[in-house]
């Protein structure tokens, strides 16, 4: 099979058939062997009827319900292990990415050898205040941490290489940063492609602000699991012991002062009148925990059944 089309959706029902009808033209006038994968992450609409009723009349669709709401990222997780075509391209739902754009995207994947092609918005039709902006910013940071240069990461529409959509587990909100996974997982050939992106024709956007503030919090916790996942003690056992001893250091000098001004008969206090003595035990105790805790990792990652998993791209005997 040529393409998978994965198609997240949360109360979409009136898009729905224009949106299948539209990537049904675009399949057949290439000739593209295809499959479309609807996951309905827990609609409150009649968006699953209307599903039941494309399948009905289309051997190209699959669908996914969930029980309730769990996400983007759940959704794709869950169509990326159910599709079967050599390359799959992602869209959302609400007809604000254009069908019309998966032949080019798949021509980059096959003969380009992209592992992965990410669409870019150039021109949008959001609210400049509360989407644009924030979303520059957002991008921005993201491709510092990651050395990924894509003006958009967070676009839903992409095209993957079959190998990679396997490979990757994409939890949480994580969707928004697929392209660090895919690096990440080793597939490091990411292109990008200018798309066009459509005014939204029904409905509302499902995306609040919060999106903003939890995108940067996941980016942080991906870089640390990826750069101290499988070796904490680097990260907690080097700043906890770099914290013990400049509290170390600092306690002896407080008792160094006190001695110096005995004997040479100036005014002294007891050490234990002294802010600088509590602030260097303190650090003494906080160098402690965190080496601990860097130690607990260890112990943790060691038996982990993922400690030993690598991805092999060949192996030849």
């Known amino acids: 099979m040529d ?3 994965v198609i997240p959706l949360y109360n979409e029902e ?12 675009v399949m057949e006038d290439n000739g593209f062997s295809y499959e479309i994968i609807f996951v309905d992450d827990g609609s409150t609409d009649g968006s699953w009827d209307i599903i039941k009723s494309l399948k009905s009349s289309s051997e190209h669709v699959k669908a996914i319900k969930f029980r309730r709401n769990y996400g983007k990222s759940p959704a794709l997780h869950c169509a990326f292990q159910k599709a079967q075509g050599d390359v799959l391209i992602t869209m959302d739902a609400d007809l604000q990415d254009s069908p019309e754009e998966i032949p080019e995207l798949y021509r980059m994947i096959k003969e380009e050898k992209y592992d992965l092609v990410s669409g870019w918005k150039r021109k949008r039709y959001d609210n400049k205040l509360t989407k644009n902006l924030p979303s520059k910013l957002f991008n921005a940071t993201a491709r510092k941490v990651s050395g990924i240069k894509l003006h958009d990461f967070n676009c839903g529409l992409k095209a993957y290489r079959k190998s990679l959509a396997k ?13 660090v996974l895919a690096k990440y997982a080793g597939y490091t050939k990411i292109g990008e492609k200018e798309v066009v992106h459509s005014p939204r024709k029904y409905g509302k956007s499902k995306f609040g602000s919060r999106r903003f503030l939890n995108g940067y919090l996941d980016l942080i916790t991906l870089w640390f699991l990826n750069k101290f996942g499988k070796k904490p003690m680097h990260f907690f056992g080097l700043w906890g012991t770099v914290m013990f001893i400049i509290g170390f250091i600092a306690t002896i000098a407080v008792g160094v002062i006190k001695i110096y001004d005995m004997n040479h008969g100036n ?17 003494m105790i906080l ?28 192996n030849i005997d």
Do not use: W
């Open 287 to 314: 160098g402690t925990l965190l080496f601990l805790a860097g130690f607990l990792g260890e112990l943790i990652s060691r038996n982990s059944p993922e400690r030993n998993h690598y991805r092999i791209e060949e």
């Open 267 to 283: 005014p002294y206090r007891l050490v234990t009148e002294s802010p600088y003595f509590y602030i260097s035990l303190t650090m």
């Open 14 to 25: 009136e898009s729905l058939s224009e949106l299948h009808n539209r990537i049904k033209q």
């Open 3 to 5: 393409i998978s089309v």
């Open 167 to 179: 490979s990757i587990e994409i939890y949480n909100d994580m969707h928004r940063y697929i392209p």
